[in-house]
Structures are given as structure tokens and as C-alpha cells.
């Protein structure tokens, strides 16, 4: 026996949508870099770029305000365009080495405005590029249930 089944008419996907649009406007300079961004509810980021067209520095002015929030600052660069150091809004400022001969990150560490090491992280790879591990030598092993618990992950990668 031959069962028939009615087609089902389309779904009314637009019922599901939201009644109104959400909109995000970014500004560019003739060069093509991005100057801001203004998000659905107004918040506005501003963006800062060196004569050499790198980013400098970010700012954020919530909407409904007029006092601008740095976001990152003083920003600096290697020869290789990779960022070496930067300043957090909060005074933190983070510093990047890389390997010279492959440009991979090898160390990252992070120091609050008082000069005190919040992280320092190292990390490893294999030869395809993939990260093994990472240490945050600013963290001391700890101890607990008789087990040594150090501040580093390991990664495995299936092939």
C-alpha cells in the first residue's frame, strides 16, 4: 500500500527574526585602516595608526559618554610587523619574544603598572608548528593530595 503525504508548506523564517536590524558603522582613512567603529548601541572605538599605517593604540567611548577609555597603547613593533610590546588600559603591559628563525611566540610575559610579573609564559612547539606546551614560569608548582601540580599545558594532537 502507497502512503501519500501533503507537502509541507515553507517555513516562515522572517517570523524568527529580530523586528528591527542591528547596524555596526566602521570608519576608514583613504589608506584603507580602520579609524572606528561604532557598534548597535553606540559604543564608539577609535583607532590610532603610525605613520607606517600600524596600530598604535585603541580607544573605547561607551555610548551616553564622553570620556574615552584606553583600551592598548604604546604599541611597538619588530622588523618582522610582530607586536614586541604593548600597554594595557589598566597599566599592564604585555611583552612578546619570538624565535628568530621561525617567528613563532616563545615567550610572553605580562607585568602590572607597578612593575610587579602578573605571567610569564614560554612555549614550545613541534616541527609542523602546533604548541606542545606552555609554562607561566611566574607561577610556583603547588601540592595537593600529595600530588605536585605544575603551571604548565601540554598539548597531544592526533595525526
Same mark, same amino acid.
Given at each position: 500500500?502507497?502512503?501519500?503525504?501533503?507537502?509541507?508548506?515553507?517555513?516562515?523564517?522572517?517570523?524568527?527574526?529580530?523586528?528591527?536590524?542591528?547596524?555596526?558603522?566602521?570608519?576608514?582613512?583613504?589608506?584603507?585602516?580602520?579609524?572606528?567603529?561604532?557598534?548597535?548601541?553606540?559604543?564608539?572605538?577609535?583607532?590610532?595608526?603610525?605613520? %607606517? *599605517?600600524? /596600530?598604535?593604540?585603541?580607544?573605547?567611548?561607551? &555610548?551616553?559618554?564622553?570620556?574615552? +577609555?584606553? =583600551?592598548?597603547?604604546?604599541?611597538?613593533?619588530?622588523?618582522?610587523?610582530?607586536?614586541?610590546?604593548?600597554?594595557?588600559?589598566?597599566?599592564?603591559?604585555?611583552?612578546?619574544?619570538?624565535?628568530?628563525? %621561525? *617567528?613563532? /611566540?616563545?615567550?610572553?610575559?605580562?607585568?602590572? &603598572?607597578?612593575?610587579?610579573?602578573? +605571567?610569564? =609564559?614560554?612555549?614550545?612547539?613541534?616541527?609542523?608548528?602546533?604548541?606542545?606546551?606552555?609554562?607561566?614560569?611566574?607561577?610556583?608548582?603547588?601540592?595537593?593530595?600529595?600530588?605536585?601540580?605544575?603551571?604548565?599545558?601540554?598539548?597531544?594532537?592526533?595525526?
Amino acid at each position: 500500500k502507497t502512503k501519500k503525504l501533503k507537502l509541507l508548506a515553507e517555513p516562515d523564517r522572517d517570523a524568527l527574526l529580530e523586528p528591527v536590524g542591528l547596524q555596526t558603522r566602521w570608519a576608514f582613512n583613504a589608506q584603507g585602516e580602520d579609524l572606528a567603529q561604532t557598534d548597535a548601541n553606540g559604543n564608539v572605538q577609535r583607532f590610532s595608526h603610525g605613520a %607606517d *599605517g600600524q /596600530l598604535r593604540a585603541v580607544e573605547l567611548t561607551l &555610548a551616553n559618554t564622553e570620556q574615552p +577609555q584606553t =583600551l592598548v597603547s604604546a604599541i611597538h613593533y619588530d622588523a618582522f610587523n610582530q607586536v614586541e610590546q604593548e600597554t594595557a588600559g589598566n597599566g599592564v603591559v604585555s611583552r612578546y619574544v619570538y624565535d628568530q628563525q %621561525d *617567528g613563532r /611566540l616563545t615567550e610572553l610575559s605580562a607585568l602590572s &603598572a607597578d612593575g610587579s610579573v602578573l +605571567q610569564k =609564559l614560554n612555549y614550545s612547539y613541534d616541527p609542523a608548528g602546533n604548541v606542545l606546551l606552555i609554562n607561566d614560569a611566574s607561577q610556583p608548582d603547588r601540592y595537593c593530595g600529595n600530588q605536585r601540580i605544575e603551571p604548565i599545558n601540554r598539548y597531544c594532537y592526533d595525526t
